[in-house]
Each structure stands twice: as structure tokens, then as C-alpha cells.
């Protein structure tokens, strides 16, 4: 069994966590505040990481159940994310105006991930973002492999959707 590094191993997550708790709260500096929380709670359960199958996983899971509680709590108001939060490049060859139309086209896709239900939104931000297998994503979410492709089904058939309704009539 391979001996688990805070630095090494935990530490390197701190981008998926973030943008994890980013998507379920809307808010950028609580996702700062739920990751900071979430690497502190995994240090202090360092004792017990060797019983720990899947650290990956489990950090996830703490960030997640985190940030659900975290917006419980404050009854967080919906507001759009920020600006290449994801990292996205946008293509530098294009002529200005389609800079503009591909930059607004990512807006309105980022809303309508933000406007979907929570539990939606977590398959689709851990498997079209973050690159997560059915499996891993059912270990996070608590729920099984079936529902987590269901919710991701659910998900891309309603962005879908809202998208070409906003693209053939405008919102």
C-alpha cells in the first residue's frame, strides 16, 4: 500500500477541490474558505489515511459535504462565476467579434450549469471537468454508478435544451 503525502498526494487537489466547491456555492470566496476547511480536515484525519481506500475521493466527499452545508447555512443567493474560473482558452485566432460571441456563448453555458439542480451539477462539474470515472463520482456523491450517469444525462440533455432555445430566440 503506497504511503500518502499531504504534499504529494492531497495538496496537488487543491484546484479540483476548488473548483468543486466553486460550483456548488457560486461563490468564489467560499470555495477558497471550503477548501482551506476541507485540507484541514484531511490533515487531522492523517492518522487514519492508511484506512483510507481512495484519498482522492474522500477529500472530495469532505469538500462537497462542506460546501452543501456551507449553503445550507447561509442560503446562498445565486450569482454567476467568475471569469475563466475553469481555466478555459478562448480562441486567439479569431477575429475579435467571434472572440466576443464565443466568450458570451461560455457565459451562457456556465449559467445554465449553475441554474441546474445540485446534485446534477456535481456529476457533471466531477465527470465533463474534472475528468472523474462513474465510479469515483459515485463514491463522492454516495449514490450509485446508474444514477450518477442519469444525473449527468439529465444534465447535458437540459443545457442542451436551454442552449439552442437561447441560441434560436435569444432568453
Request: glycine fraction near 2%; proline fraction near 2%; hydrophobic fraction near 35%.
Amino acid at each position: 500500500m503506497k504511503k500518502i503525502s499531504f504534499r504529494n498526494d492531497i495538496l496537488p487537489m487543491k484546484d479540483t477541490l476548488f473548483r468543486l466547491a466553486l460550483r456548488i456555492t457560486l461563490s468564489r470566496e467560499e470555495a477558497e474558505d471550503i477548501v482551506q476547511d476541507t485540507l484541514i480536515k484531511v490533515w487531522n484525519r492523517r492518522e487514519s489515511w492508511d484506512t483510507i481506500d481512495n484519498i482522492e475521493a474522500f477529500s472530495l466527499t469532505i469538500c462537497r459535504n462542506m460546501a452543501l452545508d456551507r449553503l445550507r447555512l447561509h442560503d446562498n443567493q445565486n450569482t454567476s462565476l467568475d471569469d475563466n474560473v475553469d481555466g478555459e482558452r478562448l480562441d486567439t485566432t479569431s477575429n475579435p467579434f467571434e472572440r466576443t460571441v464565443q466568450r458570451e456563448k461560455v457565459e451562457i453555458v456556465r449559467n445554465l450549469i449553475d441554474s441546474l439542480p445540485e446534485k446534477q451539477r456535481c456529476c457533471m462539474q466531477l465527470r465533463d471537468i474534472e475528468g472523474k470515472t462513474y465510479k469515483e463520482i459515485a463514491a463522492v456523491l454516495g449514490i450509485t454508478e446508474e444514477q450518477v450517469k442519469v444525473n449527468i444525462f439529465r444534465a447535458r440533455q437540459t443545457i442542451k435544451q436551454q442552449f439552442i432555445q437561447y441560441d434560436n430566440y435569444g432568453l
